[in-house]
Antibody, heavy 118, light 107 residues
Framework: QVQLQESGPGLVKPSGTLSLTCTVS????????WSWIRQRPGKGLEWVGS???????SQNPSLKSRVRISVDTSKNQFSLILTSVAAADTAVYYC????????????WGQGTLVTVPS | DIQMTQSPSSLSASVGDRVTITCRAS??????LNWYQQKPGKAPKLLIY???NLQSGVPSRFSGSGSGTDFTLTISSLQPEDFATYYC?????????FGQGTKLEIK
């Protein structure tokens, strides 16, 4: 079955850059669109952005200028970079399968908490 | 962006109860509405996609309906493992957006 696992630093300094990687197993990363979704502490879900292995990406307009999502097909991984972080970016970040319009988010990683101290 | 509004925000119910959660979109999303269940400390789990299609492995007591702007998630007979937070999600157009969640608690 499809499995996803997030990895990356759990603490990022204000104004720094958040960098996370998602390792996908059980399926080729070329099969689906892939997304990052975040959840601030005690809050709801927010779509960050999506990527397809051919390079097409889409981002939430609320974050667009700060987000970059990419794919490494040789490692079956995709990554998130979020620049100029602030305390409001503290959240659990999930990597997820899906993200094209009309897609549901079928498979989820366990999530990783990233804290940006205030 | 399409705004998704769930009601109620929280709900107390008993094992065996029939429960309905509603989700309203700020504009028509056709049938591109999905439901997720999230338990504390866990990732969300896809329950229903495209309004009414049960994800593999999800019990048949869960069902979904609606179209356009108004949708419902129904649990026909609550089981202890169903107490969780439920989110709707529209995938009609990007940005994907979610409802604020409905917390289902034991009465």
């Amino acid at each position: 079955q499809v499995q996803l696992q997030e990895s990356g630093p759990g603490l990022v300094k204000p104004s720094g850059t958040l960098s996370l990687t998602c390792t996908v197993s059980g399926v080729s990363i070329k099969t689906y669109y892939w997304s990052w979704i975040r959840q601030r502490p005690g809050k709801g879900l927010e779509w960050v952005g999506s990527v397809f292995y051919r390079g097409s990406t889409s981002q939430n307009p609320s974050l667009k200028s700060r987000v970059r999502i990419s794919v490494d097909t040789s490692k079956n991984q995709f990554s998130l970079i979020l620049t100029s972080v602030a305390a409001a970016d503290t959240a659990v970040y999930y990597c997820v399968s899906g993200g094209l319009e009309h897609d549901a988010f079928e498979n989820w990683g366990q999530g990783t908490l990233v804290t940006v101290p205030s | 962006d399409i705004q998704m509004t769930q009601s109620p925000s929280s709900l107390s119910a008993s094992v065996g109860d029939r429960v309905t959660i509603t989700c309203r979109a700020s504009q028509s999303i056709s049938i591109y509405l999905n439901w997720y269940q999230q338990k504390p400390g866990k990732a969300p789990k896809l329950l229903i996609y495209l309004t009414s299609n049960l994800q593999s492995g999800v019990p048949s007591r869960f069902s979904g309906s609606g179209s356009g702007t108004d949708f419902t998630l129904t649990i026909s007979s609550l089981q202890p493992e169903d107490f969780a937070t439920y989110y709707c999600h529209q995938s009609s157009i990007t940005p994907h957006t979610f409802g604020q969640g409905t917390k289902l608690e034991i009465k």
